[in-house]
């Protein structure tokens, strides 16, 4: 059950399509009270490409998963296409991110037993949306997976399968993409064709992105770059 949340509301700009406020992530750990993300505010234009840059166990990935709606903050708001995130009920929340949200894992989080194809048709299944073999065709052919999508996971490569992962996160037309290291498990040359297409891609569909990434080759192509420090966000 989703804690009360409060009913304060603020005016989002309608470019804003992103938006975070004194947002806290908290815990203990025996008798240590932990702050992973520690009063973060952050604001995405629509169309933008944010980085966001640290050490590892600085708060990155918790932070980008309270973004997205995958984690509740302890405190704080996220506001996303306008929409107050944690004040939706859950089935709302569940559906609004289906519908409005792509989210690009390191780990690909494909299912084995399903083929390229089903694997990125299960999240419009998710979302009830209707299937459009011409946008699948076209976003294969984006991705250089057109050949691979009647293939299982174990039948492709690293890079294939992280370019299946992009392909299901990008099947709904998400008004915005986020990327959780998604070069962490790709050789040299994987990940920068990887970037490079999600450029492509970011540039054709007008897509929003926010990546965390460690490297910072790949942050100094993004419009924006934030660094984490324990749990404190700032811009660079």
Avoid at 195 to 217: F, G, P, W, Y
Wanted: net charge neutral; glycine share 6%; hydrophobic share 40%.
């Amino acid at each position: 059950m989703r804690k009360h949340r409060s009913t304060e509301k603020i005016d989002i700009p309608a470019d804003d399509v992103l938006v975070c406020r004194a947002l806290t992530k908290s815990y203990f750990q025996g008798e240590t009270h932990i702050k992973a993300v520690n009063d973060c505010y952050l604001t995405v234009k629509k169309g933008e490409f944010a980085a966001i840059i640290g050490e590892s166990g600085s708060g990155k990935s918790t932070l980008l998963h309270m973004l997205a709606g995958l984690d509740e903050p302890s405190s704080g708001k996220v506001y996303l296409a306008g929409k107050d995130l944690f004040d939706m009920p859950d089935r709302e929340l569940s559906d609004f991110r289906s519908q409005k949200i792509g989210f690009i894992f390191q780990s690909f989080h494909l299912l084995p037993v399903l083929t390229a194809k089903e694997n990125i048709l299960l999240a419009q299944k998710i979302a009830g949306a209707s299937h459009y073999p011409r946008y699948l065709d076209e976003l294969a052919k984006m991705l250089k997976i057109d050949d691979r999508l009647h293939h299982l996971p174990s039948e492709m490569s690293g890079g294939q399968q992280q370019r299946v992962a992009v392909a299901r996160a990008l099947i709904n037309r998400p008004a915005i993409l986020f990327a959780d290291e998604p070069t962490g498990n790709l050789d040299e040359e994987s990940s920068e064709e990887l970037i490079r297409l999600l450029l492509e891609t970011r540039a054709e569909l007008s897509q929003t992105l926010v990546m965390v990434t460690h490297d910072k080759r790949i942050a100094e192509r993004a419009d924006r770059i934030f660094t984490m420090k324990n749990g404190v966000l700032r811009e660079m």
